[in-house]
C-alpha cells in the first residue's frame, strides 16, 4: 500500500508537469499558429488552447498548492523555508500573469472567431493582445523554471 506522503508527492509532481507541459505545449501552438497568420487557423487554435486551459492547467494549478500545503505538512518541513518562500513568491508571480494571459487568450480567441467568421483579417487590437500574451509568458516561464529547481535543490538562500 502507499503511503500518504509518496501518493500526495505523485499528485504534486504529475500536476507540476501537466501544468508546465500544458502551458508550454499550448503556448508553443498558439505562438506559431499566430506568426502564420492564417485567421481560421488562430480561431481554431485558440478555442483549443482556452479548452487545454480549461481542462488541464487550471485544475493543476489548484492541486500545486493543495498538495504543497500537504507535503509540508505532512513531511514536517518548515513552511517558512527560504527555499519556500522563494516557490510561494515565485507562484504568485507566474499566477499573476497567468490570469490576463488566461483573459487575453479567450479574447484572442473570440476576435479570431469572429473574423474568421466574416471572412476578415484581424483587427489591430488582436495583435496588441498577442504582444501583451507573449511579454507575460517569459515571466511566467521563467517563475516556473526556479520553481523546479528550488524543489529540487532546496537551496539555503538565506
Keep these: 500500500m502507499i503511503d500518504a506522503y509518496l501518493w500526495v508527492k505523485t499528485l504534486h509532481?504529475?500536476?507540476s508537469t501537466i501544468l508546465f507541459g500544458t502551458g508550454l505545449g499550448t503556448a508553443f501552438h498558439m505562438w506559431l499558429t499566430h506568426l502564420g497568420g492564417d485567421v481560421r487557423?488562430?480561431?481554431a487554435v485558440s478555442r483549443n488552447v482556452v479548452l487545454a486551459d480549461?481542462?488541464?492547467t487550471t485544475p493543476a494549478i489548484i492541486l500545486q498548492p493543495v498538495t504543497g500545503v500537504l507535503l509540508i505538512w505532512i513531511g514536517g518541513h518548515d513552511s517558512l523555508a527560504p527555499w519556500l518562500v522563494a516557490a510561494y513568491a515565485l507562484?504568485?508571480?507566474a499566477g499573476l500573469c497567468w490570469l490576463p494571459v488566461v483573459r487575453l487568450q479567450i479574447r484572442v480567441r473570440?476576435?479570431?472567431r469572429a473574423a474568421a467568421e466574416k471572412?476578415?483579417?484581424l483587427p489591430p487590437l488582436y495583435g496588441?493582445?498577442?504582444k501583451i500574451w507573449f511579454a507575460l509568458g517569459w515571466p511566467a516561464f521563467a517563475a516556473v523554471i526556479?520553481?523546479?529547481w528550488l524543489m529540487t535543490e532546496k537551496p539555503q538562500l538565506w
Excluded: E, K, T
Design 128 to 130: 496588441r493582445y498577442m
Design 54 to 56: 480549461f481542462l488541464f
Design 91 to 93: 507562484y504568485i508571480l
Design 119 to 121: 471572412g476578415q483579417p
Design 110 to 112: 473570440d476576435i479570431a
Design 13 to 15: 509532481i504529475v500536476s
Design 146 to 148: 526556479a520553481i523546479f
Design 41 to 43: 487557423a488562430i480561431a
